[in-house]
């Protein structure tokens, strides 16, 4: 992106379209290099404040890495834009992870970029998070629940967990969202 600025001479805005869900859906945790990329935009776009994501987790198919619904893909970058190219005061996406927190017992996990309050979908308890230790493989799947902008997940540990993911794998089945019916994306981050 800053190439692009460079040579264009101008401030350029950006959208990212995060990689959507495609293959498998875990049965289990697992790395994936699919959602280390989707780290990776993730990242890219919270350091340049003059990007916007477009999250598409849930428009994927797990069994055609392009999208069917380019509609809602399209919708998706163009509200992005109003954001970041047009400067309206909206929320370019879904919620956003804003930090992921160990306390006595639990893990407390605050959002960004709200409409409302976070809601989930089929379910009382939010899914599609995994707290992790330090190391590689060390991952297991965990559930939480919503509290206003936040979401607890007990940690039940003898050993506390040092990162936390959400909507990891091929295909996650995550069912956290919030007024704008536009899903959270997925993220890794390390626990305080």
């Not at 990689?19 to 935009?41: D, H, K, M, N, Y």
């Not at 039940?156 to 295909?171: I, K, M, Q």
């Not at 089945?173 to 890794?188: A, R």
Request: charged share 20%; aromatic share 6%.
């Amino acid at each position: 992106m800053s190439s692009w600025r460079v040579q264009f001479g101008a401030e350029l805005p950006f959208v990212v379209v995060q990689l959507p869900g495609f293959g498998p859906t875990p049965i289990a945790p697992v790395e994936s290099g699919w959602s280390e990329v989707r780290e990776a935009q993730r990242r890219a776009v919270d350091l340049d404040p003059h990007t916007a994501p477009a999250v598409t987790i849930d428009l994927g198919e797990r069994d055609d890495i392009h999208p069917v619904n380019k509609r809602e893909v399209g919708l998706r970058i163009a509200r992005a834009l109003r954001r970041v190219a047009y400067g309206e005061a909206i929320v370019p996406t879904g919620p956003a992870v804003r930090s992921a927190s160990l306390e006595p017992g639990r893990v407390v996990v605050s959002f960004r970029d709200l409409e409302g309050r976070l809601v989930t979908y089929s379910s009382s308890q939010a899914t599609g998070f995994e707290l992790c230790g330090a190391a590689t493989g060390t991952c297991r799947f965990v559930t939480g629940t919503v509290e206003g902008d936040r979401v607890v997940i007990p940690t039940n540990d003898v050993t506390p967990p040092a990162r936390l993911r959400f909507c990891w794998g091929g295909s996650p089945v995550c069912n956290l969202s919030d007024g704008s019916d536009l899903p959270v994306g997925p993220f890794e981050v390390a626990l305080r």
